[in-house]
């Protein structure tokens, strides 16, 4: 069926492999940032770790010929990245927000700088898991070609939600980052706290660097990230930080990113500029749509209107 | 913007008042013995990194084969952003490294970047890779280069052209200026030569380095029973690779790229830059006047066709060959009328016929019937 009439249900099919394929290293790296920020941070330099775990991933993947081992190592890149972070912005007046733009241009620098060995290098893929097996429609089949790293995403979502919500260490995290003087007064380490959401949101990054080099579009090279994690950062915003929201958004934002490609290749050649601009325009539109005067946005941390 | 002046211009004193204080010294040196123990100094400038399978490649092989030669001293500097950063790189090449000719690589250092400091340092050649130079509007000291890369573009159009089965082409390129849509169009021409009813899909990504969406367009490309794909962009590893992956072909561009698709690659278009620097050094070292406009195609060794991929069959191999000797021979003309753009105007008439140094190609505008795609976005 699909395969008589390609043209508009071809671009439906392309959005929603879009979705999954570009929305995956969005949906680490929101969560990631979503743990951070809950606990009263923000923690701008995640486009670091994305950067510098796309490019450890590869590395270590090329390297050991194991890509699951690059994902590893990609995700301790970016605790090590969050543990920096989180030790600088922990001294006295220091602004999360200054460090977190430093930590962005150290991590991008330094990916850069020992990433030189890995351009030329093809490293092993992560496997993907044919999900769409049941279709005769190749095109569906390779919409549904999905990595096993969107299905940890996807059940890591609602489980950091229920995390803020019932768990005692979630709660802890919440409590940090609504108020640090109740939190204080409770007898909670606020900065050891912070340093575990900050080592923790590092590690989400760096494993979606991992599925950048390693899966989709599956090399290391210089241009990989191109601002995504700055992207994820603002997700968390609209996202409420409500994990399950990053989700969606995350999907949202891979389903607009595939529609410019998607919707030339069927040869609707109008507006390409326009559609290639779609997950910037829909940031704006909803950033507008959402906003109001009156009140800080609900769901945010009460600590983060300090920074 | 005013410290960097004033950093270059500081540099420039010191190097003046060294350079005095050096003939002071040394008052019975003679200039002549010192100008010829000089080595030729030529900077390279590349706008991504030097390995990227890609188009900073080509120029930094190109660069790197004059390593042999011992009177050459040649410098570089990648990742180097269309911005005032390369006036930057350009100034420091010129008065810290003595760069007597320098290479900017990209399309977008030439205005207003280069024009700007080649008015400022008379002395130096600047050399764009590029096909802008205009007599009547630029500097003497400037000069463009470029290759007839449509040609090796034209022959993989041939190879495709035979190896499609659905008769659907893509090309994933950058954004619609005439270098590309030039390729696009010999492509396409190339491989309706073999078959007049095939198209060429064409996906504009928007940036010259933008793996994701790339990525995306090779998979909607393939999604749509389109089976051999090429691309004009900075690094065409990311598409080469996702259509072997697809299990379709491509056709590689830039720098060859065989070994990213041993199954799927067909041929390419590949830079033969080694030629053209090599020349240049020559001519600067024997003191000869660089012409401001250099040109080539195939049979100049400008440019090169990559070795077919395993995947291609004996007949296409020996029209594609047949083409070739043609350019080779100087008798192929890609752009003989009639031929008409794809919103069914005639571009060029019947009879008429440009050949490849033609500047009115150089601003082509258009796409070719059977291109799918617009040049206006």
Request: proline share 5%; charged share 15%; net charge positive.
């Amino acid at each position: 069926m699909v395969e008589a009439d390609p043209g508009y249900a071809g671009v439906l099919i392309a959005v929603l492999g879009g979705a999954i394929r570009v929305g995956t290293p969005f949906l680490f790296v929101s969560l990631g940032e979503c743990l951070t920020e809950k606990s009263g941070r923000i923690n701008l330099g995640l486009e670091a770790n994305l950067i510098m775990g796309a490019m450890s991933g590869y590395g270590v993947a090329y390297l050991s010929g194991s890509a699951w081992l690059g994902v590893l190592v990609a995700g301790l890149t970016g605790v090590v990245l969050g543990l920096i972070h989180a030790l600088l912005c922990q001294q006295d007046k220091v602004n999360d927000i200054a460090v977190g733009i430093a930590m962005m241009l150290f991590g991008t620098g330094l990916a850069f700088y020992l990433g030189k060995p890995f351009i030329q290098p093809v490293a092993p893929r992560l496997p993907s898991i044919e999900l769409g097996a049941w279709s005769d429609s190749p095109v569906l089949r390779a919409a549904l070609e999905i990595n096993a790293l969107f299905v940890v995403g996807v059940i890591l979502a609602p489980l950091m939600a229920w995390f803020f919500r019932y768990a005692r260490w979630g709660l802890l995290v919440r409590t940090v980052g609504e108020s640090r003087d109740a939190a204080l007064a409770m007898g909670i380490n606020v900065n050891r706290v912070r340093l575990y959401a900050t080592m923790g949101g590092g590690f989400l990054a760096g494993v979606g660097g991992s599925f950048l080099s390693l899966y989709y579009p599956g090399s290391w090279n210089e241009g990989l990230s191109s601002g995504q994690g700055l992207m994820a950062v603002a997700l968390v915003i609209f996202a409420r930080w409500n994990p399950v929201y990053c989700l969606y958004a995350s999907l949202l934002f891979g389903g607009a990113a595939a529609l410019g490609p998607a919707l030339q290749s069927v040869g609707i050649t109008w507006g390409y500029y326009l559609f290639n601009a779609a997950p910037y325009v829909l940031t704006l539109g909803i950033m507008i749509a959402t906003s109001s005067r009156k009140q800080r946005f609900a769901g945010m941390p009460g600590e983060m209107s300090n920074i | 913007m005013s410290e960097q002046k004033l950093n270059a211009g500081r540099r420039k004193a010191l190097k003046t008042l060294s350079a005095l204080s050096a003939t002071g010294l040394l008052g019975s040196f003679v200039p002549g013995a010192w100008a010829s123990a000089k080595k030729v100094k030529m900077g390279f400038i590349y706008v991504g990194p030097r390995d990227d399978y890609g188009y900073n490649q080509a120029h930094f092989e190109g660069k790197s084969s004059l390593s042999n030669l011992d009177w050459v001293k040649t410098f570089d500097e990648e990742n180097v952003p269309e911005t005032i950063e390369v006036v930057k790189s350009m100034e420091s090449m010129i008065n810290l490294d003595d760069a007597q000719v320098l290479f900017p690589t990209s399309f977008g250092y030439f205005d207003p970047h280069i024009l700007k400091v080649a008015k400022k340092y008379p002395d130096v050649m600047f050399l764009h890779c590029g096909g802008l130079w205009d007599e009547k509007k630029h500097p003497k000291n400037v000069g463009s280069y470029f290759g007839y890369i449509d040609e090796p573009v034209y022959l993989a159009g041939v190879v495709a052209g035979h190896m499609s089965k659905s008769g659907k082409l893509g090309y994933i390129a950058a954004i619609p200026i005439p270098q590309v849509l030039r390729n696009i169009n010999s492509f396409t021409l190339g491989a309706r030569s073999v078959n007049p009813d095939i198209t060429t899909n064409v996906v504009f990504t928007g940036g010259w380095a933008n793996p994701v969406k790339e990525a995306e367009a090779a998979n909607s490309m393939a999604d749509q029973g389109i089976d051999v794909l090429t691309c004009h962009v900075d690094s065409p590893k990311v598409v080469v690779q996702t259509a072997e992956k697809r299990g379709i072909y491509s056709c590689g561009y830039h720098t060859d790229q065989s070994v990213l698709a041993p199954k799927g690659f067909l041929t390419g278009a590949e830079w033969n830059w080694s030629k053209v620097y090599a020349d240049y050094a020559e001519m600067i070292k024997s003191g000869k006047k660089i012409p401001n406009l250099i040109r080539g195609g195939l049979k100049e060794g400008v440019v090169k066709p990559s070795p077919y991929g395993k995947a291609v069959t004996a007949k296409a191999k020996s029209d594609a060959d047949a083409v070739l000797k043609k350019f080779m021979n100087g008798s192929m003309v890609v752009y003989k009328g009639p031929i008409k753009d794809n919103t069914g105007k005639t571009v060029i008439p019947e009879g008429k016929a440009y050949t490849q140094t033609d500047i009115w190609l150089e601003s082509m505008d258009w796409l070719v019937e059977g291109v799918i795609g617009t040049t206006k976005g």
